[in-house]
């Protein structure tokens, strides 16, 4: 069945540098563009980031622009999350997401399957 | 920078119909999707393009979006539909969610 799973959090030292993972089975993973969304205990859904298709174009919010780094490997169906320069305020749940729709472009679309999702926890 | 309200709780009698907005500037003409969120688990969407529900999701959850103003309505309500639900958005490259609206049904 179609699932995403992600992987890679923990409790992490402020200015560390973790990978988080999301690994996609059960559907194209290389058709679609592919994001990631946080949750900070008891807050809000915060989107952080998308990478298209092919890996060519990558957006972010600007609260982790320059920050963190979205990337894709297509033959492993695997998405990444790079997260540098952590603030305690990037605690939370990150989820990965993959729209309703096979598309080219990366916005206009809902987020149809979630992940798990792997909680973050920036303490020192 | 474009924002989307929603209001932070709503109560519904079970069997009657509970009804969510979620505000903002020309909303109506972007798409808005919904989703639904039990204590612990992941989101789910439960209407995008404004009112196309996916596949498993009832059909007493429906949507609209028109001029500032999309809205979540929820016919019939269930106690299993006592959830957090967050509208979301497009404003350009960037996706967006409103703060959140706890229905509760009492």
């Known amino acids: 069945q179609v699932q995403l799973v992600e992987s890679g959090g923990g409790v992490v030292q402020p200015g560390w540098s973790p990978r988080l993972s999301c690994a996609a089975s059960g559907f194209i993973f290389s058709s679609y563009p592919m994001h990631w969304v946080r949750q900070a205990p008891g807050k809000g859904l915060e989107w952080v980031a998308v990478?298209?298709?092919?890996?060519?174009?990558?957006y972010y919010a600007d609260s982790v622009k320059g920050r963190f780094t979205i990337s894709r490997d297509n033959s492993k169906n695997t998405l990444y999350l790079h997260m540098n320069s952590l603030r305690p305020e990037d605690t939370a749940m990150y989820y990965c997401?993959?729209?309703?729709?096979?598309?080219?472009?990366?916005?206009?679309?809902?987020?149809?399957?979630w992940g798990q999702g792997t909680m973050v926890t920036v303490s020192s | 920078s474009y924002e989307l309200t929603q209001p932070p709780s709503v109560s519904v009698s079970p069997g009657q119909t509970a009804s969510v907005t979620c505000s903002g500037d020309?909303?109506?003409?972007?798409?808005a999707s919904w989703y639904q969120q039990k204590p612990g688990q992941s989101p789910v969407l439960v209407i995008y393009q404004n009112s196309k529900r996916p596949s498993g999701i009832p059909e007493r959850f429906s949507g609209s979006n028109s001029g500032n103003t999309a809205t979540l309505t929820i016919s019939g309500t269930q106690a299993m539909d006592e959830a957090d639900y967050y509208c979301q958005a497009w404003d350009s490259t960037t996706a967006l969610f409103g703060g959140g609206t706890k229905v509760t049904v009492l």
């Open positions: 990478i298209s298709y092919d890996g060519s174009n990558k």
């Open positions: 997401a993959r729209p309703t729709q096979i598309r080219k472009s990366v916005a206009g679309d809902g987020f149809a399957i």
């Open positions: 020309k909303l109506g003409d972007k798409y």
